[in-house]
């Protein structure tokens, strides 16, 4: 046990010094192996065997058609109809970028993906339009947490291939709550924005609407078919990735013809290179929580939160939990596949929902990306935008406590994400 301990720090040690995530966790885990006396071969076992799952195979293909998609230039048309559609409200641009986040990270899954593509564009507009540069990098940062939670879902792919919750469940259990925490964002920009006075960004035109949105239509054709396919069971979770690959790849190249041979290879690359990192993360990540289940640790954090917990209390139960993913998200990126594999056998213990969880796990990524000290979110929007991370994150204060508030309310009403699931399983 006290090796796993000595493990566990170690790897936060060596994150908060900079060292890369692989290499933070092949020493981890590589530590602990040998204190626990354990054999060596079970490393490779271990990690061969965790990204052997079937619902890994979405993770490349979701992957991969967010990258298409964002090489083709589908954010600039899902940009113009955003803008059509809420540019006319106070704080237009900052309600365009809410809803630009909702449509292209949806179609993604991905909040780093998101920033990359919508937030090149939004953040120069905002602060040609006048919004301070952190405001404009803070809401970026923030709306971009939308993404994660509508399907497709890279987080929640991970969560599944942990837990063993069945995706297509996880993907529905994400679209409401991700939709509410949207609208949430708006109607606070919706605040703020009359408070400081901030503009409008053209007039209100029916007709610029249609034009916006029948040049955008087809992008939305993959979230559309992939959420029906699953609700009306056409397909699986991998399934539905191959046929978004194949739908951003004809979008792109045929239809739109934004994007050429030469470019689509260089999509696949770079949609593979990301790929191979990320598997070798959960790979090792598999390891370490076979390490640390082996030692008993997942036994020890029970027993810590039986003390946490006041009259086992169900909710206590979860805040604790949820409490720490939250500090595990600060500094770990990604965090599910490091630290689901060590809290599934509390949940289980706990008797606690794996979807409603798995909802709250991604909610626990969100506000880690925007939390020092790894704040990969405020990484992202400070190099964009030029202005220092720090100020970026002050400005985003309202925002992050708004998350909080909806993860809170999350968690009081488990409903919010377990509805559509069994809905769409009678």
Known sequence: MIGSLIAVAMLLTLLVAGVPMVAALLAAVAFNFVFGGQWAIMVPQTMVSGVSQFTLIALPLFVLSGVIMNAGGISGRLFDFAKSLVGWMRGGLAQVNVLTSMFFGGMIGSSTADLAGSGSILIPAMKREGYPPEVAAAISASSSGVGP????????????????????????????????????????????????????????????????????????????IIVGGLVLGVFT???????????????????????????????????????????????????LGASLSSAQAPQALAGVLEMLAIDDSPYLQLLALMALAIIAGMFLDPLIPVLAPVILPTLLLYDIDLIHFGVLMVMAVVIGQLTPPLAIALIITSGIARVDQMRIFRANLPFFFLIIGFTLLLMATPQLATWLPSVADR
């Open 149 to 224: 939670l509508i399907p497709p879902s890279s987080p929640m792919i991970l969560y599944s291939a942990v837990t063993g919750t069945s995706l297509g469940a996880l993907f529905l259990a994400g679209l409401i709550p991700g939709l509410l925490l949207g609208l949430a964002f708006m109607v606070c920009i919706g605040f703020i924005a009359v408070r400081r006075g901030w503009k409008r960004h053209g007039d209100f035109s029916a007709a610029e609407i249609l034009r916006a949105g029948w040049r955008a239509s087809l992008a939305f054709g993959t979230p559309v």
């Open 237 to 287: 979770p991998s399934e539905g990735g191959a046929f978004a690959v194949v739908y951003a790849a004809l979008l792109s190249t045929l239809v739109y013809r934004t994007l050429t041979l030469r470019g689509l290879y260089r999509a696949v690359a770079a949609a593979l290179q990301m790929t191979g990192e990320l598997l070798i993360i959960v790979s090792l990540s598999f390891a």
